[in-house]
């Protein structure tokens, strides 16, 4: 799957706000219950801190978005009060889901799109797991990134406020130099590496490739 469509959200400071909605309102029925989808997000979203202008600026995406007249979903991602991507999918998620974080948290969406499928020269990811995928990621040899997002779901990483500072610690972090680290999903900070790289991203399922910790690359065929 080509990433570049994302390119542009990464150059913009979070926090950002994620949401991911049963946009379905063909119906006066479905219309009422989009409402009350969207106050309980709303909620999640002001206890976890949203500033009121990225608030307004969700608020506005989704009453002004001409949704399809079906069942769907719809993913939203906002920052420093603007809406800065948009997206209907043929499905929504099997519940909603709203939050704050520094990376836009786009795996779902991205799992959910028709991507590539499975190379079989990437049956056997040459790094594997995500201490060795994100040493590839600095020395920039990744051609293809491999996402399991069910198996990489809990693992996090930490960045600092350039796209440079990406670790698998702390720790680790700040020996590289960062001044701040942040703990945020493996997944979202692997993906903006691959964006960031210019490498493909490849969504695999359990039981098509083995993956350690649900992550892997194929690399460059120049890398060393």
Not at 166 to 175: I, K, M, P, V, Y
Request: glycine share 6%; charged share 25%.
């Amino acid at each position: 799957m080509e990433l570049s469509f994302l390119r542009a959200m990464y150059d913009i400071p979070g926090p950002w706000a994620s949401l991911y909605i049963d946009g379905t309102d063909h119906t006066e029925a479905t219309a009422a219950a989009l409402k009350l989808r969207w106050r309980a997000a709303r909620e999640t979203l002001l206890d976890e801190g949203i500033d009121e202008p990225t608030l307004l600026a969700l608020e506005g995406a989704l009453a002004q978005y001409r949704r399809p007249r079906k069942r769907h979903g719809l993913a939203v991602f906002a920052a420093q009060g603007r809406v800065h991507y948009a997206e209907a999918m043929p499905e929504p998620l099997c519940t909603d889901s709203a939050e704050m974080a520094p990376l836009p948290h786009v795996t779902p969406l991205l799992a959910r799109r028709d991507g590539e499928p499975l190379p079989g020269g990437a049956a056997e990811p040459t790094a594997c797991g995500v201490a060795d995928t994100l040493a590839a990621f600095e020395n920039r040899q990744v051609e293809a990134l491999l996402l399991d997002p069910a198996a990489l779901a809990k693992a996090r990483v930490w960045i600092g406020d350039s796209p440079a500072d990406l670790s698998a610690s702390e720790e680790r972090l700040r020996q590289l130099g960062a001044s701040r680290a942040h703990p945020v999903r493996a997944e979202d900070a692997l993906v903006r590496a691959a964006v960031l790289n210019d490498a493909e991203l490849i969504i695999v399922n359990a039981g098509e490739v083995r993956l350690d910790e649900g992550v892997g690359a194929v690399l460059r065929p120049d890398a060393a």
